[in-house]
């Protein structure tokens, strides 16, 4: 079986209108925006980069996990407001995971999970091939483990 995996970005289409957006109308979508004062600690969904201090993000609600079974799931995400989606190689890690401790859920292509992990990012990659060795696994999502928000998508390649 390939394990050649494909990391996978937000597209930045459904976050852009946030950044005209008042305070208020912001707080009416359950969105802030903020200033990054650390870094890492504001990692950017769509470019999958940590933002940079001093840079303006958004925090919003996400439906991360869109499908008709009992996983759906939604959560925080930031957004960088010059975020280009991120472009990746076939089998590329960004370091946004590399540093990161990494809630890794597999789920089967009716959208039920089939395993989960709890990893450090630097072995990442290992994980994903050992999940994509089960053929039941049509993809994985990955959440920061400490406050379990979404990070991205992987899929088969």
Known sequence: MNSDFQVV??????FGHFF????????????RRLTVDANP??????SLIDAAIGERVILAPFKHHDVDSPYQASGPIFVRETAAQ???AVNEIPLLLQHRR???????KAGMMKASRVIEGTTLQQAIIELFG??????L???NAGPCCFNCAVQRA
């Open 9 to 14: 970005a937000l597209a930045p289409d459904a």
């Open 20 to 31: 005209s957006m008042s305070e208020t109308e912001l707080a009416a979508h359950g969105a």
């Open 41 to 46: 600690g504001y990692p950017c969904r769509i």
């Open 86 to 88: 991120a472009q990746l």
């Open 102 to 108: 990494l809630s890794v859920r597999a789920y089967d």
């Open 134 to 139: 089960d053929a039941k696994i049509s993809y």
């Open 141 to 143: 999502h990955l959440h």
